[in-house]
């Protein structure tokens, strides 16, 4: 098969085609991450978008699914510079060509990828169309019109999708947390899961007398796809509990938490996607080297007279990277904590400190 990509911008290339033959569209963005194509392909964050890795080679240790972040793989496209098909990892079951075929998802490889990750640093991120086939099947689509003809992510709704179809509870000892499910990824579960907390997972619609059901100790707002402005009802969540319960939030729930007591977000030129994000403290003084997806980010200016403290910037560009607010009980942070794949360094910091705040609150007046 072959792989034949165009962009919004005119440029067209072609490739060797792997995976499930089709043709998809999404938002072209790259990551940096060396390694960890496991997680990235199953982060829901990705919905919407086409992942191209930067790191020329991906496959080598295949799939095994122990790494998983969710189900399915999210993004609509694997995009890289060259597949290995033979892994020899002990925990290898599947090779990364089989596991697109199986998720029927289209990839190319054998292309400039690092052409293709300077226009997109240099132009931003663009609509992209993916045709994967037969050379007389796909060669003489216009994939260049078709990808201009797709509608901005900012005008999908994204969440419907990622969303848990239902609510669920993760049973633990501890403070109870009703978890917004925005699109979440398995290790944020998990390190609140080892954690000890009680976990209410509810959907990304859920109403506000959903979430007062299951008498929480803490509202967390999830990771997820898409521009927070279109999560209408996380955003009414967070303006209802502000100053009842403490909040958290990782990624899309902290674009959401500044939204809801009057912050703006922007989209940024082409995202922060990868293992190696500089964050600085601004209390402690310190950089920790974080794991990133996100494409918007909240406007610096904005948080003035909100109620919220800008605590930690990006080293790289001054974005915001974290929120607090020590009157309304806010945490938040902008890169995922969790990692997975990318460096632990902030996971104890920011989810013990959040077990900390609400066992002193558990103690004082229970439930």
Same mark, same amino acid.
């Given at each position: 098969? #072959?792989?034949?990509?165009?962009?919004?911008?005119?440029?067209?290339?072609?490739?060797?085609?792997?995976?499930?033959?089709?043709?998809?569209?999404?938002?072209?963005?790259?990551?940096?991450?060396?390694?960890?194509?496991?997680?990235?392909?199953?982060? %829901?964050?990705?919905?919407?978008?086409?992942?191209?890795?930067?790191?020329?080679?991906?496959?080598?240790?295949?799939?095994?699914?122990?790494?998983?972040?969710?189900?399915?793989? /999210?993004?609509?496209?694997?995009?890289?510079?060259?597949? /290995?098909?033979?892994?020899?990892?002990?925990?290898?079951?599947?090779? #990364?060509?089989?596991?697109?075929?199986? +998720?029927?998802?289209?990839?190319?490889?054998?292309?400039?990828?690092?052409?293709?990750?300077?226009?997109?640093?240099?132009?931003?991120?663009?609509?992209?169309?993916?045709?994967?086939?037969?050379?007389? +099947?796909?060669?003489?689509?216009?994939?260049?019109?078709?990808?201009?003809?797709?509608?901005?992510?900012?005008?999908?709704?994204?969440?419907?999708?990622?969303?848990?179809?239902?609510?669920?509870?993760?049973?633990?000892?501890? %403070?109870?947390?009703?978890?917004?499910?925005?699109?979440?990824?398995?290790?944020?579960?998990?390190?609140?899961?080892?954690?000890?907390?009680?976990?209410?997972?509810?959907? !990304?619609?859920?109403?506000?007398?959903?979430?007062? !059901?299951?008498?929480?100790?803490? *509202?967390? *707002?999830?990771?997820?796809?898409?521009?927070?402005?279109?999560?209408?009802?996380? #955003?009414?969540?967070?303006?209802?509990?502000?100053?009842?319960?403490?909040?958290?939030?990782?990624?899309?729930?902290?674009?959401?938490?500044? *939204?809801?007591?009057?912050?703006?977000?922007?989209?940024?030129?082409?995202?922060?996607?990868?293992?190696?994000? %500089?964050?600085?403290?601004?209390?402690?003084?310190?950089?920790?080297?974080?794991?990133?997806?996100?494409?918007?980010?909240?406007?610096?200016?904005?948080?003035?007279?909100?109620?919220?403290?800008?605590?930690?910037?990006?080293?790289?560009?001054?974005?915001?990277?974290?929120?607090?607010?020590?009157? *309304?009980?806010?945490? !938040?942070?902008?890169?995922?904590?969790? !990692?997975?794949?990318?460096?632990?360094?902030?996971?104890?910091?920011?989810?013990?400190?959040?077990?900390?705040?609400?066992?002193?609150?558990?103690?004082?007046?229970?439930?």
């Amino acid at each position: 098969m #072959i792989g034949v990509l165009g962009l919004e911008d005119g440029t067209k290339v072609i490739g060797t085609g792997f995976g499930a033959p089709g043709v998809v569209s999404g938002e072209l963005v790259f990551t940096t991450i060396m390694s960890g194509y496991e997680e990235a392909l199953t982060d %829901p964050s990705y919905h919407g978008q086409m992942l191209m890795f930067t790191y020329p080679l991906q496959g080598n240790y295949g799939v095994s699914g122990d790494d998983f972040q969710s189900d399915q793989m /999210w993004p609509k496209a694997m995009v890289c510079r060259e597949v /290995w098909d033979l892994p020899t990892h002990f925990r290898s079951g599947r090779t #990364i060509d089989r596991y697109l075929k199986d +998720e029927g998802r289209p990839g190319i490889c054998g292309v400039d990828t690092r052409m293709l990750t300077l226009k997109v640093r240099t132009q931003g991120c663009m609509r992209a169309t993916l045709a994967v086939g037969e050379p007389e +099947e796909v060669s003489g689509l216009d994939v260049v019109q078709m990808a201009r003809s797709q509608p901005d992510i900012s005008a999908q709704d994204l969440l419907g999708d990622v969303t848990c179809k239902g609510p669920y509870r993760i049973p633990g000892k501890g %403070p109870r947390v009703a978890m917004i499910d925005l699109g979440i990824k398995r290790n944020i579960l998990r390190s609140l899961e080892a954690r000890d907390f009680d976990i209410q997972v509810l959907s !990304a619609h859920s109403t506000i007398s959903d979430i007062e !059901a299951t008498e929480p100790d803490a *509202l967390f *707002l999830s990771n997820g796809p898409g521009d927070p402005e279109r999560a209408y009802k996380a #955003i009414e969540a967070v303006k209802h509990f502000a100053g009842q319960v403490p909040i958290f939030g990782i990624c899309l729930g902290h674009q959401i938490i500044s *939204l809801a007591l009057g912050g703006e977000t922007f989209k940024l030129k082409f995202g922060h996607h990868g293992g190696n994000q %500089p964050v600085k403290d601004l209390a402690k003084g310190i950089v920790y080297i974080t794991s990133q997806n996100h494409n918007f980010a909240v406007v610096p200016g904005s948080v003035e007279g909100t109620g919220l403290e800008i605590t930690q910037l990006n080293a790289n560009d001054g974005t915001v990277e974290g929120i607090k607010s020590d009157r *309304l009980k806010i945490s !938040a942070v902008q890169y995922h904590p969790e !990692a997975h794949p990318g460096p632990l360094c902030t996971e104890d910091p920011f989810f013990s400190s959040m077990k900390r705040s609400l066992k002193r609150k558990v103690t004082a007046g229970g439930r």
